[in-house]
């Protein structure tokens, strides 16, 4: 799928990031819960090589549970890596993360040696929400430093642990075919930058695959054979119920993608993870044989 980024923003903020990252100690990855792999940034673990790494899973409360574990797991077996799964708005999501952040760093700490922390995360991961609950709730003062982009902050979370947000975007270079249809799913890539019907249909696809009962809870079929329905005819069916017609009792596809696409993103279909640690292996395997 042709998904339109711009180099431009990214040649940015890879140099602000590989700028700070001389004088961090650790990072934090936001990554987006229902969708591990694909909202993680290959470039940022290049970036940060040696540094201990903290993987935050944003939005839990809408991702698969079952699902979740299996890529905690997944994290937590690497080497200099931890993973939590959050919803960022949640009362005690600051003390979790500057709990894990501290035992992962045990030798930082005191105001001589305070822990500096990066957080990273693709758009629309929740990163401003998470950031925001941590200000109002510390009421933490927020600066610009000389010399470093205007646009990046540094929050005094104590005074011997500080957070920096990075400043722009650094999108990963889609690798896995899947993974580009997933981030556009979530909402992280903008509207302009993707076709929502291709998105949707690949979508539709997955969840008739893995998540059926929950498709056909959500959009009640009036007929038994839907579990042998493919994703246009889902399509279509979600169109009918919505009413996204044209005139002549046509389909308007593109209204039905933006129906299916808008109930995937509240959650409304139910709890989903689009992938799993093995279907990623999976692609990417298929990916690099290309
Ligand atoms: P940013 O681009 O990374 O700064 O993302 P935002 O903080 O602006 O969040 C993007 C959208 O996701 C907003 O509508 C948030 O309300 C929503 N959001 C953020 N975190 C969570 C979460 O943990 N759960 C749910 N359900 N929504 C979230």
Not at 147 to 168: M, S
């Amino acid at each position: 799928m042709a998904i339109q980024w711009f180099p431009g923003h990214m040649n940015k903020a890879k140099k602000a990031i590989a700028d700070r990252i001389k004088s961090i100690d650790m990072v934090i990855e936001m990554l987006d819960a229902r969708l591990p792999a694909s909202s993680e940034n290959p470039l940022l673990a290049q970036l940060s090589r040696g540094k201990p790494k903290l993987k935050i899973l944003n939005k839990q409360d809408l991702a698969d549970p079952e699902r979740t574990a299996l890529w905690l797991n997944e994290f937590n077996s690497r080497e200099h890596t931890q993973a939590l799964a959050l919803d960022a708005s949640e009362a005690n999501a600051t003390t979790k993360i500057t709990r894990a952040c501290r035992q992962m760093m045990p030798q930082r700490g005191g105001l001589d040696k305070p822990l500096r922390v990066l957080i990273c995360g693709i758009p629309n991961v929740g990163k401003s929400t998470l950031i925001n609950g941590m200000i109002g709730k510390k009421s933490a003062k927020t600066g610009n430093e000389p010399g470093i982009t205007k646009a990046e902050q540094r929050l005094f979370l104590a005074d011997d642990f500080w957070l920096y947000d990075t400043p722009g975007m650094l999108w990963p270079k889609i690798i896995v075919e899947q993974g580009g249809y997933n981030l556009a799913a979530s909402g992280a890539v903008g509207r302009n930058a993707l076709d929502e019907e291709e998105v949707a249909l690949v979508l539709l696809d997955y969840l008739r695959r893995h998540y059926l009962p929950l498709l056909q809870e959500r959009y009640q079929p009036d007929r038994d054979p839907s579990s042998h329905w493919d994703d246009v005819a889902w399509l279509e069916w979600v169109a009918q119920k919505r009413g996204a017609l044209l005139g002549g009792g046509r389909v308007n596809y593109q209204k039905a993608a933006e129906a299916v696409l808008g109930d995937f993103r509240g959650g409304h279909i139910g709890r989903i993870t689009l992938e799993t640690p093995n279907q990623w292996a999976g692609w990417l395997k298929t990916a690099r044989q290309k």
